[in-house]
């Protein structure tokens, strides 16, 4: 049952949402297939899982950062800057003056002034 969704940039978010997982799913999916049959009957049972699962959690972090990069390249190599899905009434609407903002830096060795 698909939802239909009144606002645009939601339904287009939901697209990009989905198409990102599946880029960084698969591969995941395909290499730690990969690992299975190169890990069989060299690691016992109980080492293999947990190295597997470890592998494919950093493989789909690194695959997550490729993809974004990639589809950020091809957004900027096309123009598009303003292909950011979002509520445009948040969008357009003012900064809030009594927002507070902190900016945090670690200091090592010096004095604070």
């Known amino acids: 049952m698909g939802r239909s969704s009144a606002r645009p940039w939601e339904a287009i978010g ?3 949402r ?3 997982s599946t880029f960084i799913i698969l591969p995941a999916c395909g290499a730690g297939l990969m ?3 190169v ?3 060299r690691l016992p049972l109980w080492l293999e899982i947990p190295t597997l699962l470890i592998f494919v959690l950093l ?3 690194i695959s997550a950062g490729f993809w974004t990069a990639v ?3 091809i957004l900027l190599m096309r123009g598009r800057t303003d292909t950011v899905p979002g509520n445009p009434e948040l969008r357009l609407a ?3 003056p009594q927002s507070r903002v902190a900016i945090v830096m670690p200091i ?3 004095e604070v002034e």
């Open 59 to 61: 493989f789909a972090w």
């Open 35 to 37: 690992l299975v049959q």
């Open 18 to 20: 989905y198409w990102l």
């Open 108 to 110: 090592y060795n010096e």
């Open 14 to 16: 939901r697209y990009r």
């Open 94 to 96: 003012e900064p809030r």
């Open 71 to 73: 589809v950020g390249f």
């Open 39 to 41: 890990l069989a009957d």
